[in-house]
């Protein structure tokens, strides 16, 4: 896999498919979330709660991933990652694990490439660091071998912390 970190706004980096922060209702209420709603208006919003409703939930546990459609953003489709908890913790753990099952998920649908924002770094207890401990032994994973990903941080100084945490994890 080859891993780029980029400073913007991850809704303008195009690519198959965005891996997006999620809370475990699946409520656009802020941060990536927020400015996708803000975008696309509530389409997403109504697909991600039916999508609830379907299931008879009212949320899902950390680490699920949920895809949806990407109305007018420049991606195939959402993986809407949830990488906390009702309580909004979480963990390297919990985050690598949810990095993987939306990375199968992206490979399964014939992605190539990803854009992401740093998992539960937000809202979220996580650091910048601890998001490229998560990430950064999955470079060599097999199974992503053919993947791009582009991972979009606020700052010079996040992409640079971030950027040091996946060489030195990998």
């Given at each position: 896999m080859k891993?780029?970190?980029?400073?913007?706004?991850?809704?303008?980096?195009?690519?198959?498919?965005?891996?997006?922060?999620?809370?475990?209702?699946?409520?656009?209420?802020?941060?990536?979330?927020?400015?996708?709603?803000?975008?696309?208006?509530?389409?997403?919003?109504?697909?991600?709660?039916?999508?609830?409703?379907?299931?008879?939930?009212?949320?899902?546990?950390?680490?699920?991933?949920?895809?949806?459609?990407?109305?007018?953003?420049?991606?195939?489709?959402?993986?809407?990652?949830?990488a906390i908890d009702p309580f909004y913790d979480s963990s390297i753990a919990i985050v690598r694990a949810t990095v993987v099952k939306a990375f199968e998920m992206?490979?399964?649908s014939g992605a190539a490439t990803i854009s992401t924002p740093t998992l539960a770094t937000g809202y979220g207890p996580m650091s910048i660091e601890d998001f490229g401990h998560a990430v950064g032994p999955l470079v060599h994973d097999s199974r992503f071998v053919d993947l791009a990903v582009v991972i979009?941080?606020?700052?010079?100084?996040?992409?640079?912390?971030?950027r040091n945490a996946i060489a030195n994890s990998s």
């Open positions: 891993i780029r970190v980029e400073v913007g706004d991850v809704l303008t980096f195009p690519a198959d498919v965005l891996i997006s922060t999620a809370n475990p209702w699946l409520n656009l209420s802020g941060g990536v979330n927020g400015a996708i709603l803000t975008t696309c208006g509530s389409v997403i919003q109504d697909e991600l709660h039916s999508h609830l409703k379907s299931l008879g939930v009212s949320a899902i546990p950390a680490g699920s991933v949920v895809r949806s459609l990407a109305s007018k953003l420049p991606f195939k489709h959402i993986l809407h990652a949830v992206a490979v399964e979009v941080v606020r700052s010079d100084d996040d992409a640079r912390i971030l």
